[in-house]
Each structure stands twice: as C-alpha cells, then as structure tokens.
C-alpha cells in the first residue's frame, strides 16, 4: 500500500493563498492519476482535482481558476496551490488517487491537513 502524508494546511484570511503537499511513499508513483479532496464536518468527500503522471489536469467548477495542481514525480509528491481563498474552503484536505465517489470507499485515507479560512 502507499502511504499519503499531507501537509501545508493552517489557518489563512479570505483572499489569501495556502500551498498544500503530499508526499507518496511506494512504487510506481507516476503511474498513478492524483487527486486531491476535501471534506467539511456533515458534507460528503468533494474531489477538487486531478492530475495524470504526464501532467494532464481536471478542476472542479468550484475551485476552478483559483487552484492549482502540480506533482514531481522525482519527489513523489502533488501540490495544490489555493488562492483566493474563502471561508467555505474550510475542510479538512486529502490526497489520494483519483476515483469516482463510489471507487473512494475502497481507498485507504490518511489524515490530510486542515485548510481554515476565516477572519
């Protein structure tokens, strides 16, 4: 199994800009498409955006333009870089593969890193 361990998270003002990473642990890194997620306290696990081991992306319409997915695969790691941030951004933000809601059950999580966004 791989081991996903976030980081970056804390405490930000609306409109301002956090820089999230995590680090993979395993095998064939590159080969896996990522994801990052998050999740608010009663709302269900939101996928955010994707990101193929070529570089290829996919952003939610709800963090579209605003953030930003990267990964080096030499590193084992993903990045999200969140700007223009807003207080409904506050969750709790996960890595893992990409999956549909449905394939997520059958993930292992780790215990992602808390994004609050308040004034």
């Known amino acids: 199994q791989v081991q996903l361990v976030e980081s970056g998270g804390g405490l930000v003002q609306p409109g301002g800009s956090l820089r999230l990473s995590c680090a993979a642990s395993?095998?064939?890194?590159?080969?896996?498409?990522m994801a990052w997620y998050r999740q608010a306290p009663g709302k269900q696990r939101e996928l955010l955006a994707t990101?193929?081991?070529?570089?290829?992306?996919y952003y939610a319409d709800s963090v579209k333009g605003r953030f930003t997915i990267s990964r080096d695969n030499a590193r084992n790691t993903v990045y999200l870089q969140m700007n223009s941030l807003r207080p409904e951004d506050t969750a709790v933000y996960y890595c893992?593969?990409?999956?549909?809601?449905?394939?997520?059950?059958?993930?292992?999580w780790g215990q992602g890193t808390q994004v609050t966004v308040s004034s």
């Open positions: 893992n593969e990409a999956k549909s809601p449905e394939q997520q059950a059958r993930l292992s």
């Open positions: 395993g095998n064939n890194f590159s080969r896996y498409v």
């Open positions: 990101i193929t081991g070529g570089g290829n992306t």
